[in-house]
């Protein structure tokens, strides 16, 4: 856990510094729920279970309609809920519902007529989003899993400091020719090397200021690239603990082996593998820039200094070519990250992470925490 003291959350701070809007604009709330019709008359609320919808209604939207709207001089200020997708990054239905029950488009009603759009979610919807966005001019951020430690720390923080710690970060690791990470698990050690390209490293760092469309994914605070190719093998703790063994070829994961748990997770794995190959795709690299307490949701804790991420599937959100059009099946156009921490996966231990670019290896992590060489690029 964090030693660190953070300011209290402020709404209006978030926006400003992530946007900086100017006055006009007309901003929106988007939550998901299993029947979105469940907004009319705000009957959501009274589900105890939907934590996160809740935190959109009082603390997003009441708090943009209690003064934050005035503050910056902002319009609109409405919500509205989507059915729920069922996974990361799964593309929206069109089909949105206000609190008096109308029913609207997203392409024609909402997209089109809002500067900034702000969806706070069970799922992430940052895929699907940006490339709306592109499509339609606006600016927005997925905030998908918010709670109250990330009220009180990830989405309080200054982001022109994260930008400019992650900006540091990004300089020394960018333009790198490959990744090792080498895990230890059930007493053996297991390696996978991804193949960079010499690519420049990309950053998440919370802001999505001028005019261009862009979607902010908060809290920010990583690095990442889009690997060109990975070979070798990794583990992945599954949502039920089930542990398992992925072979990577050609980058992409081409088979599970069952380590400990339950067979039948690692078989539906690998009939998915087999039915819809791209599902395999090594998507993205992460490695967090942060320093920030657990809270529980990945959203976070990929966020935080001496943790890295994997994600396989969907990939055009961060720059990658893998679109939901060539996946076999919608369902399966997903951006799953699999996250590394002491927290998350207690199991594995990555005993070193390396990265070698011109000609030289450095050490970025050990154990979970910052080599020397990074720690250098932050002073």
């Not at 109308?102 to 909402?110: A, C, G, N, V």
Request: hydrophobic residues 35%.
């Amino acid at each position: 856990m964090s030693n660190r003291t953070f300011p209290p959350f402020s709404l209006s701070r978030l926006l400003k510094t992530t946007f900086d809007p100017k006055p006009g604009q007309r901003v929106a709330v988007l939550i998901d729920l299993a029947d979105p019709r469940d907004i009319g008359g705000f009957k959501f609320l009274k589900d105890e279970s939907l934590t996160i919808q809740r935190k959109a209604h009082d603390v997003f939207y009441q708090g943009l309609k209690n003064g934050v709207m005035d503050e910056l001089g902002l319009t609109g200020g409405d919500i509205f809920a989507y059915e729920m997708t069922g996974g990361s990054n799964l593309d929206l239905s069109d089909e949105a519902f206000a609190p008096d029950g109308r029913k609207l488009s997203f392409e024609k009603d909402i997209y089109p007529n809002y500067d900034l759009i702000l969806c706070v979610s069970t799922y992430s919807a940052t895929a699907p989003l940006t490339a709306s966005a592109k499509k339609h001019g606006f600016r927005g951020a997925t905030l998908h899993g918010v709670n109250d430690i990330i009220l009180g720390s990830g989405l309080a923080v200054d982001y022109d400091e994260v930008s400019v710690e992650a900006e540091k970060l990004r300089l020394g690791m960018t333009r790198a020719d490959w990744v090792e990470l080498d895990f230890q698990i059930e007493g053996k050690k297991h390696t996978l090397k991804l193949d960079l390209g010499r690519q420049e490293a990309q950053k998440s760092h919370g802001l999505c200021r001028g005019s261009e469309p862009d979607v902010a994914n908060l809290p920010a605070g990583e690095i990442y690239y889009v690997p060109v190719g990975a070979e070798g093998e990794f583990p992945m703790k599954y949502e039920d603990g089930t542990l398992g063994l992925m072979t990577v070829a050609g980058g992409r994961v081409v088979k599970a082996t069952l380590l400990r748990g339950n067979p039948a997770t690692i078989e539906a794995h690998n009939r998915k593998l087999e039915g819809d190959p791209v599902t395999g795709e090594l998507g993205e690299l992460g490695f967090g820039t942060q320093v920030l307490p657990v809270s529980g949701r990945d959203i976070q804790d990929e966020k935080i200094r001496g943790t890295f991420h994997l994600a396989t599937g969907r990939s055009d959100h961060l720059g990658g070519s893998l679109t939901p059009d060539r996946f076999a099946s919608r369902l399966n156009a997903t951006h799953d990250d699999i996250l590394f921490s002491p927290e998350k996966t207690p199991e594995v231990t990555a005993s070193e992470v390396r990265l070698c670019r011109d000609n030289k290896v450095e050490v970025l992590l050990k154990d979970f925490r910052p080599s020397a060489y990074m720690e250098s690029l932050l002073a």
